[in-house]
């Protein structure tokens, strides 16, 4: 009876870890698979363990050049965008002022806008003003759908900020712009560099606008998508596995630091 | 607040707009409109290459619905059900992490989104080994005689199974934001009410999760309808989507008329999901 | 901490705050004088917040001005004024430390040397180890302290504060009111202090505003208005009072005679103009003897009832008694003998000093200012 009860009590641990494991799985192979030696060109069946994929990352230039590609262009995207998305979050939350249900509706269509016709009604417009196709239409078209994440992002943060606070920095003789540099955008850091950490993980990872407009480069993921006929390389598989494993170290970093701070201040 | 301050206040936030709006005015709404133009333009000869005239061709989109209305069906139906889907596998991790969980809530969290850092194209990909014929699953079901085809690759299956597995974060996420929110001592408020386990969550937790499994279903559905990527990775010739077929139109096949009819089409179903939403939700809580 | 010079009076003049369906504030003037300690008292929703972050600067007014000295500060924004605010939430700031916090309007000011003066801050309300500390880390108490510090340090003209001690627990409440008055002694800013505990006002307070629904009902010092209300709301809303309605039959001496419902009960002349007609007579639960019915040597107001009810509270005891025309009394004793306490039932005398009476404008709404009880069917 006992057994009984304390199984029930923990089915919701037990769904839980199940779906976790189930997103986790391909994850899973595709780091085992990145020490595989793959008998023929498709890493798809385990062959025999190797690290040459890791310490031969760049043996085909092109995986290299393609990851490189994709970082620039994650760059300056989560940059123009972040700053961009920011400006309307502090326009939408903090101000009131004629026209802000418009401009809200706005920024959300964008949001809900599939990427097929995002994608699609941009290459026509870089087509008919005659720019061509390359590393900065990419940049260009990224930009403009990240730009609506990062106001939904840096929104939540800003939404939850207490405005009584910004009274108390202006009845302490806090001016404007010194109540925004002291006590405003110190608080709403955090989501902005949630925004901005998003806004990198969507523009490295974005394939259907990004192919659309890519013209002749080859980003990290249009790479993967024109090898996946083919059979792709183990290297993939470490780079992959790299970002995924630095995401988590980033965070683990940020955990410390955070601790240490707190018991600093008790010293 | 003086009414000079007032109105520098205003001042300022038509400042902070101008950059997003323009830019968005720019490169959205001006290509949007002139897609829409595009969709109505008449075919100047019988090849793409001879080029399209600026027309009313309303006939154009009942062309497009009438030849391509199998793909809608199945776009929104494979969405549908993969989002269905989500929300029975998100709602027990998401409540896990908001109720139960204190000290590795933000740990599962970190699991959840980390995952986005690893190509969602090579991770699909994986999905296409796992279940291969030749895999371990595959030959596990088929000794069992569960599968009809033998197969699940090239299966409508197959491509609902990608379109759960790459879209559950987007349910989990605003699911677990607004299981979050919800005050723990309203549950003991019940309990203390004669409320029973059961009751607890029909009359409570459920009512008040409610905005984030429609902010889930949102940004579950529409994506999902609109992808290609699962059906041409995953699934067969007989699963392509709407998706597969706008962008087909226009990279391929370069009727652009015809690809933009049906990405209106597309769009427009999408808006008046998107109206109904917003008529019981309001534009406050949009963002 | 050095006193602080050239404090100056703090004048309202016809000061309005209308908002689209109501009106907050109705032409309010008065006058605080500089270096006091200023209360304004009032429930709910009667405006009291509203005119103190006007002149904080938070709100702006429909009309009116607000000035200090002679200088009116309407038309200032905030940042350019004289005065500092101790927030009922607090509103520390949490992403910086105590010392920072201390520290924030010196430095917005532009003073570079600030580390001797917030040092010398933190001591005063006895903050010192925690100054590396954020606000989180500290009890409500101590973050109480913090915004007091914060705003002191910059020794404005005027602190307000707004029902800074709602949070804390009782003791810490009457240790906090205390050390408020101390403090504010010490450093001779004025203080406006906004609240609803009446308590609070009359414990801190040099003068003391009763407002009600955007206007000030009675000002004056706490003994004052207590003791001598001049509305209904006033005699109810600060502690309790019994009201009689009656007629003026006469003059006896220096006493006004009055016919309350058959009975005749005395006021002193002087308390009142009203020399015929209808007229309002009360008077405080306290100031009532409950005694037996053939006690000897009483004072001149008596009347005859029976105990309805009767409340043990430690250092008294209240009474509800039922006067013969069915009007409920109360009456508060002072637990002097725990053997000599009255029962339900038992007939008794209500007695007082006509001394003790106040007047009040008949016309009036007598029940102005009761709390609304609960009506459980």
Not at chain 1, 52 to 65: E, G, L, Q, S, Y
Not at chain 1, 217 to 240: D, H, K, L, S
Not at chain 3, 124 to 134: H, I, P, Y
Request: with cysteine; net charge positive; aromatic share 10%.
């Amino acid at each position: 009876m006992k057994l009984i009860k304390y199984l029930r009590s923990k089915i919701l641990l037990g769904l839980s870890l199940a779906i976790l494991t189930y997103m986790m799985i391909p994850l899973a192979l595709i780091i085992i698979l990145s020490f595989n030696r793959p008998k023929g060109r498709q890493n798809t069946a385990w062959n025999q363990f190797t690290l040459d994929a890791w310490t031969n990352i760049c043996r085909d230039p092109t995986i290299c050049r393609a990851f490189s590609v994709s970082v620039q262009i994650a760059v300056l995207v989560t940059v123009i965008a972040t700053i961009i998305g920011t400006m309307i979050s502090f326009a939408l939350v903090r101000h009131k002022f004629s026209g802000k249900d418009g401009a809200t509706l706005g920024v959300f269509i964008p949001l809900s806008t599939p990427d097929v016709i995002l994608g699609a009604s941009l290459l026509a417009l870089f087509l008919n003003i005659f720019i061509p196709l390359g590393f900065w239409t990419v940049v260009l078209a990224q930009i403009t759908f990240t730009i609506s994440f990062v106001v939904v992002v840096v929104n939540a943060r800003l939404a939850g900020m207490d405005p009584r606070l910004e009274q108390a920095a202006m009845d302490l003789y806090a001016t404007p712009f010194q109540t925004f540099r002291y006590v405003t955008f110190p608080l709403a850091l955090p989501g902005i560099a949630a925004a901005a950490l998003i806004s990198l993980s969507l523009s490295f990872d974005d394939y259907i606008i990004t192919s659309f407009n890519s013209g002749r480069i080859v980003t990290f993921p249009i790479y993967i998508w024109g090898a996946a006929q083919r059979g792709i390389p183990p290297q993939v598989n470490v780079i992959a596995s790299l970002m995924f494993l630095g995401s988590l170290a980033l965070v683990a970093l940020a955990a410390i630091i955070t601790r240490r701070r707190r018991l600093k201040a008790f010293a | 607040m003086t009414t000079l301050a007032k109105k520098r206040k205003i001042k300022t936030a038509y400042l902070l707009l101008i950059p997003g709006a323009a830019w968005l005015l720019f490169f959205f709404f001006f290509p949007l409109s002139s897609l829409l133009a595009t969709s109505l333009k008449r075919p100047l000869g019988a090849a793409p290459e001879d080029g399209f005239a600026y027309a009313l061709q309303f006939s154009n989109y009942s062309n497009a619905i009438a030849e391509y209305w199998p793909y809608f069906v199945r776009a929104f139906t494979y969405a549908g059900i993969a989002t269905l889907v989500c929300i029975l596998l998100a709602y027990p991790i998401a409540y896990y992490m908001a109720f139960k969980a204190t000290k590795y809530k933000y740990l599962m969290l970190v699991l959840i989104v980390a995952p986005f850092f690893a190509s969602f194209l090579l991770r699909t990909n994986a999905w296409k080994t796992i279940l291969s014929a030749d895999g371990f699953v595959v030959g596990f079901l088929n000794a069992l005689g569960a599968l009809p085809e033998e197969r699940i690759l090239s299966t409508s299956i197959a491509v609902v199974l990608g379109l759960i597995y790459n879209f559950l974060p987007f349910m989990i996420l605003p699911l677990f934001i607004s299981l979050d929110k919800i005050d723990k001592r309203l549950l003991e408020a019940a309990g203390d009410l004669y409320a029973t386990g059961s009751q607890r969550f029909w009359k409570v937790v459920w009512p008040l999760s409610i905005p984030g499994v429609v902010s889930g279903v949102i940004l579950t559905f529409i994506p999902a309808s609109g992808d290609y990527i699962n059906a041409q990775l995953l699934g067969g010739v007989s699963d392509k989507m709407i998706g597969n077929v706008i962008q087909s139109q226009f990279i391929i096949l370069r009727n652009y008329p015809q690809a933009s009819a049906l990405s209106f089409s597309f769009m427009a179903v999408i808006l008046v999901l998107i109206y109904l939403y917003l008529r019981r939700v309001g534009t406050k809580d949009l963002l | 901490m050095a006193k602080n010079e050239n404090v100056q009076d703090l004048h309202l003049k016809n000061l309005t705050k209308r908002y689209e369906d109501f009106t907050a504030v109705h032409d309010l003037t008065l006058t605080i004088p500089a270096g006091s300690f200023f209360a304004l008292l009032g429930p709910s929703g009667c405006g009291k917040t509203t005119t103190l972050r006007m002149i904080a600067g938070l709100e702006e007014p429909t009309s009116g001005e607000i000035l200090i000295g002679t200088e009116n500060i309407v038309p200032f924004p905030p940042y350019k004024r004289p005065v500092n605010t101790v927030f009922q939430s607090y509103a520390l700031f949490p992403h910086l430390t105590i010392y920072e916090n201390v520290a924030f309007g010196l430095r917005r000011r532009g003073i570079k040397d600030v580390d001797k003066t917030v040092k010398e801050m933190l001591s005063l309300v006895e903050l010192s180890t925690m100054a590396e500390r954020k606000p989180a880390q500290l009890s409500g108490g101590q973050q109480q302290r913090v915004a007091v510090a914060r705003a002191l340090i910059n020794k404005p003209d005027v602190l307000l504060l707004d029902e800074p001690l709602g949070a804390l627990d009782l003791k810490l409440r009457r240790q906090m009111q205390l050390e408020l008055k101390w403090i504010q002694k010490d450093v001779g800013t004025t203080f406006v202090h906004v609240t609803h505990d009446q308590e609070e006002a009359m414990t801190m307070a040099d003068t003391v505003a009763v407002m009600n629904e955007g206007r000030i009902e009675q000002m004056g010092s706490p003994v004052e208005i207590y003791e001598n209300p001049k509305t209904a709301f006033v005699a109810n809303f600060l502690g309790q009072s019994n009201l009689f309605t009656g007629t003026v039959k006469g003059v006896d001496g220096d006493l006004v005679a009055v016919d309350v419902n058959g009975l005749t009960l005395y006021v002193p002349k002087g308390k009142t103009n009203i020399t015929s007609g209808k007229i309002v007579i009360g008077v405080r639960p306290e100031k009532i003897k409950v005694v037996d019915v053939d006690t000897p040597n009483l004072p001149k107001n008596q009347i005859v009832g029976t105990i309805s009810d009767n409340a043990f509270v430690g250092v008294s005891t209240q009474y509800v008694v039922e006067s013969p025309w069915g009007q409920e009394l109360s009456a508060f004793e002072q637990n002097v003998d725990p053997n000599d306490l009255g029962y339900k039932g038992n007939k008794v005398v209500l007695a007082w000093e006509p001394r003790n009476s106040f007047v009040l404008d008949p016309d009036e709404d007598l029940t102005a200012g009761i709390e609304p009880e609960l009506v459980l069917n």
